[in-house]
């Protein structure tokens, strides 16, 4: 394996951006630091000609190559891990991990596994339904003042990816359940939890947070992903052979 984590399985992916300039500013970051993949999520305002002009010539080619899309949910339906960027600490913002610690989580990890860098608008941040897609938060150490230009926020996250050599051996990493994956889990999950009376049906999400939190430490190969996905299915196959069962016998 090698010492520096693969950058061609980095993309960076900006969520609701508000500001053109920032995109084309963050798109020069990656360029610097050897990260060519942006994903853009329903942006305010994609005026490609200012957003070039922050770019300069030498990002261009990001800019050409960035995916938009509508929601962020299918625009990380394809990655197998996901982190997220936060100025807030607490509530439901957990397994927040120091950028040292983030790098040398995700070397083994970028071998076989694409991995997407989510970063929220300028001016409130991911949100805590973004959150619940993400495995990981991490967060930007500041002084008093904490909030970052976003362009620069992405800099400092490319270039601590892109400056860190792993001075171990890595235990290999096979690829991980993607998002479509994992969101597919989680759906079927929480239809039988309610069903068995598990957790509380006017708030399931809340409850599968803490779910959600703990398959995100470990994290899900896609393999497993159909294993827990197979006791979903034969548990509701039982549910429903106990339910005719009773009927037969009250018709008796």
Same mark, same amino acid.
């Given at each position: 394996?090698?010492?520096? *984590?693969?950058?061609?399985? %980095?993309?960076?992916?900006?969520?609701?951006? #508000?500001?053109?300039?920032?995109?084309?500013?963050?798109?020069?970051?990656?360029?610097?630091?050897?990260?060519? &993949?942006?994903?853009?999520?329903?942006?305010?305002?994609?005026?490609?000609?200012?957003?070039?002009?922050?770019?300069? $010539?030498?990002?261009?080619?990001?800019?050409?190559?960035?995916?938009?899309? +509508?929601?962020?949910?299918?625009?990380?339906?394809?990655?197998?891990? *996901?982190?997220?960027?936060?100025?807030?600490?607490?509530?439901?913002?957990?397994?927040?991990?120091?950028?040292?610690?983030?790098?040398?989580?995700? $070397?083994?990890?970028?071998?076989?596994?694409?991995?997407?860098?989510?970063?929220?608008?300028? +001016? #409130?941040?991911?949100?805590?339904? +973004?959150? !619940?897609?993400? $495995?990981?938060?991490?967060?930007?150490?500041?002084?008093?003042?904490?909030?970052?230009?976003?362009?620069?926020? %992405?800099?400092?996250?490319?270039?601590?990816?892109? #400056?860190?050599?792993?001075?171990?051996? &890595? +235990?290999?990493?096979?690829?991980?359940?993607?998002?479509?994956?994992?969101?597919?889990?989680?759906?079927?999950?929480? =239809?039988?939890?309610?069903?068995?009376?598990?957790?509380?049906?006017?708030?399931?999400?809340?409850?599968?947070?803490?779910? !959600? $939190?703990?398959?995100? #430490?470990?994290?899900?190969?896609?393999?497993?992903?159909? *294993?827990?996905?197979?006791?979903?299915?034969?548990?509701?196959?039982?549910?429903?052979?106990?339910? =005719?069962?009773?009927?037969?016998?009250?018709?008796?």
């Amino acid at each position: 394996m090698s010492d520096k *984590i693969n950058l061609e399985n %980095v993309s960076i992916v900006l969520c609701r951006p #508000r500001y053109p300039e920032n995109i084309g500013a963050a798109a020069r970051a990656m360029c610097n630091m050897g990260i060519e &993949q942006l994903v853009l999520v329903k942006p305010q305002n994609c005026d490609l000609e200012r957003i070039c002009k922050m770019a300069t $010539h030498a990002a261009l080619e990001v800019v050409e190559r960035m995916a938009l899309y +509508d929601e962020l949910e299918p625009a990380l339906g394809d990655f197998n891990f *996901i982190v997220g960027t936060t100025a807030r600490v607490g509530g439901q913002r957990k397994g927040i991990i120091s950028l040292p610690n983030l790098a040398e989580k995700l $070397h083994p990890i970028s071998a076989q596994n694409r991995i997407a860098v989510v970063f929220g608008p300028e +001016d #409130r941040g991911l949100t805590n339904v +973004d959150i !619940r897609l993400c $495995h990981v938060l991490v967060n930007i150490p500041t002084a008093e003042f904490s909030s970052l230009n976003l362009a620069q926020a %992405v800099m400092i996250l490319c270039y601590e990816l892109f #400056r860190y050599s792993s001075k171990k051996s &890595q +235990d290999f990493i096979p690829r991980l359940a993607n998002r479509h994956e994992l969101d597919a889990m989680y759906a079927q999950l929480k =239809q039988i939890l309610i069903r068995i009376s598990f957790i509380n049906p006017d708030n399931p999400d809340y409850f599968m947070n803490n779910f !959600r $939190h703990f398959f995100s #430490r470990l994290p899900l190969r896609a393999k497993e992903v159909k *294993i827990i996905r197979g006791i979903c299915r034969q548990i509701e196959w039982y549910g429903k052979k106990c339910y =005719q069962e009773g009927l037969e016998k009250r018709e008796d």
